[in-house]
């Protein structure tokens, strides 16, 4: 871009338009690659500090007791610890911290806030956008039908304001950008792969791991049958998700169960499962009231520690090796995922429960 190179025209961007500041920025006055990687990690760190103000205060707005604010915060503040170095070394959690935004100012009220924020998440990593009908439909069930229309608009326009001036100029990247995310086959550390690499071991299966989309996956007949499949899963675990929240209370309670439920779907059934996906979970999952929540933490945490026990360091033992204890370290953390979502979609059924809820934290 310094030398006056068109993002999606001039080359090629693999996420979304919202995403560049945070590329650009550390990169300002053309830096060493170590200068770089100072500016980005900090900057990293400060949004990872934002997502926890943004997480305090909805919890506050929650009427939180006290041991569920404090071990939220905590949770929250080590779970970067769990997960390892991938937290710094991607980007995700600006996103993240812009979706934390998001539910924070939904649950505390600033509802047009909130969308504008949800907007802003998801031009930076499209996966926010499966918070989009929940939002839109929390107000519309709370403020009327106007107000959601007024808030769905005002979302709509904060993506249209990040992808237009790349659309007008390079319509090809950008759908290329978008293309290739949606096309990319089965990877290796998704449920799918984890299934096939244990079935490898116990029975012998063969595979075959192909690196493309900036991932390593497995190709073949089988990988692309657990593809297909997995999205069409996938996508019917968002909708029921979505059904079922708006068949029930519009509580800012289950506003954050159903969120939670929706962003966990998208993550354990999706074709491609990469370490930092997780990152998108730390700041909806300590919203979760109750036992419920704890539960719900323990899971995630499991997940995260389980992640770093081949990622970083023995990634390659897995991608190339097939390595035995990788292979069922995924598997097994793709499966605890399964029962996280399992877990909160059984929740988000309980409508009585989430009513006793919201007297109690006297919401309104």
Known sequence: MADGKVPYRDFAVEYPPGALPVFVIPALGDPSPETFRVRFETMMAFFGQAMIVCLAVAL???????AWLIGALCFAALAPVAIGPVVLSRFDLWPAALTAAALCALVTGRLRLGHVALGAAIAAKLYPAVLA???????????????????????????????????VLAPG??????????????QIESLGAGFLLVAHHVFGSGVTVESSHGSQNLAGTGPDV???GQSVLQAAALLATWILFARGPATPSRLLLGSAAALVAFVSLGKVLSPQFLIWLIPVIPLVAGRRGLTAATLLAAALVLTQLWFPYRYWDLALHFGTLESWLVLVRDLVLVALLVLLVSWLLDRDTERLAARRFSLP
């Open 173 to 186: 990247g950008v759908w290329d950008s978008l293309w290739n995310q949606a096309s990319r086959p089965l």
């Open 133 to 167: 009908p929940l939002a839109v439909i929390y107000v519309w069930r709370r403020e009327g039908r106007r107000e959601g229309l007024v808030c769905a608009g005002l979302m709509l326009g904060a993506v249209v304001l990040a992808f237009a001036p790349f659309v």
């Open 60 to 66: 506050v707005a929650l009427g939180a007791s006290r």
């Open 226 to 228: 657990f593809a297909v």
